[in-house]
């Protein structure tokens, strides 16, 4: 019998009641999608244009795939947003895997939107676990919605790496209070990681993505049952975390998932001992002058000159070079970047070919619906700034 998709809308947690939403309507529909009774997509909260995208990919109107149970909209990081198909069987792998390296169950925080596979996996290890759930507010100190939670047990929460720079800077102590605080999502830079643990944060990185039922590699290693492979075509992962594919695209699940394996796409590396290093999105390499530079290399180095704050990298073509490296920052307070300095700030760090040939000072770092850089809205904006 063809099953249709049960639709709850993510609360706003800008929004008065939108904690009491969360535990009315979302919370009993994710318990009765993890129990195999009933599909579940999530909204997303946001923009009317994000809504309707997320509609657009969920097609809620025609049945849902055999085995499907949890049907996830991707950011769009990386092109259009895809519908993720995951059985429960594999949202419960990842939740059980992860508790099981981070020492056991315990309470949550919730500070990513509830939409996204980060977000889901806070809920479902609540859900599954039967232990208390707090919510983080927009706005509301990290001190706060820490008072909330209970004392005796083990606390946990899950953060961008923004999130854990703004906590870091204005409340490290309320940071040093939980047992793990996981970090995803986007790459976290070796600098802020060190500055975290150096501060008695207890930070956990990692890897994974919606068509893994969220982070299935923790510092580096795969979580229990999660195989991990790296190559020239990038790093593969399989496991029993793995998604069904895309909804309603059976040429697009063919492309990613082959032969029991997920290509991500990212580049990466293995060392002896099994550890795994990505090094950035294979799309994302800027190829200049023949060389071959990852933005996210660049953007750690940029982040720790003291005039950025934050930034974002990425190629435009150029008639010598073939693509030029442009760099987009977030000024320091009262500071002012400049680029020959910033050219040779990275220089010494990374070389020549890695230091930006062009800069751009934003006001921020704009977000996708996921919590993560929305880079491809930088690039537009920069690109179309300088018409």
């Known amino acids: 019998m063809a099953r249709q998709l049960t639709l709850v809308r993510a609360p706003d947690m800008s929004e008065p009641g939108a904690e009491a939403h969360l535990h009315a309507a ?41 085995g499907a149970d949890l049907v996830v909209v991707t950011s769009g990081s990386t092109g259009r947003s895809r519908a993720v198909l995951l059985s429960a069987a594999a949202v419960r792998a990842s939740s059980c895997a992860a508790l ?86 986007a790459a976290t830079d070796p600098e802020l990681l060190s500055r975290a643990r150096a501060a008695g944060v207890a930070v956990t990185t990692t890897y994974g993505m919606t068509e893994t039922a969220g982070g299935c590699v923790y510092d580096g290693l ?30 697009a699940t063919a492309a990613a ?22 090094s950035g999105r294979l799309d994302d390499v800027v190829i200049t002058g023949g060389v071959n530079v990852a933005p996210a290399a660049v953007e750690a180095v940029l982040r720790e000159h003291p005039d950025v704050e934050d930034a974002v990298v990425f190629g435009r073509p150029d008639d010598e070079w073939g693509r030029r490296v442009v760099a987009a920052v977030v000024p320091s307070a009262d500071a002012s970047p400049d680029l020959a300095v910033l050219r040779a700030w990275v220089t010494d760090r990374l070389g020549a070919p890695a230091a930006p040939r062009e800069l751009h000072t934003i006001a921020a770092v704009p977000a996708l619906h996921t919590g993560k850089p929305d880079r491809r809205a930088v690039a537009a904006a920069v690109t179309e700034g300088t018409r």
């Open 26 to 66: 979302l919370l009993p529909a994710l318990r009765a999608c993890l129990d195999g009774a009933a599909p579940l997509a999530v909204l997303p909260a946001g923009p009317s244009a994000v809504v309707e995208a997320a509609r657009a990919a969920l097609r809620v109107e025609e049945p849902v795939e055999p």
């Open 100 to 185: 099981d390296r981070l020492g056991g169950p315990g309470s949550w925080l919730l500070a990513l939107p509830a939409a996204a596979m980060g977000g889901l996996q806070v809920l479902s290890r609540s859900v599954l676990t039967g232990r208390p759930l707090a919510v983080l507010e927009r706005g509301e100190r990290l001190a706060d919605a820490l008072s909330r939670m209970p004392d005796g047990e083990r606390r946990y929460t899950s953060l961008v790496p923004t999130q854990l720079r703004r906590f870091l800077d204005a409340e490290p102590e309320a940071l040093r209070a939980f047992d793990a605080v996981l970090v995803g999502g």
């Open 222 to 251: 795969p979580l229990d049952g999660v195989r991990v492979r790296a190559d020239a075509g990038g790093v593969l992962l399989a496991g029993p975390v793995l998604a069904l594919g895309y909804r309603l695209d059976p040429a």
């Open 257 to 278: 998932f082959r032969d029991g394996w997920f290509a991500t796409r990212d580049a990466g590396s293995l060392d002896p001992d099994g550890r795994l290093t990505v």
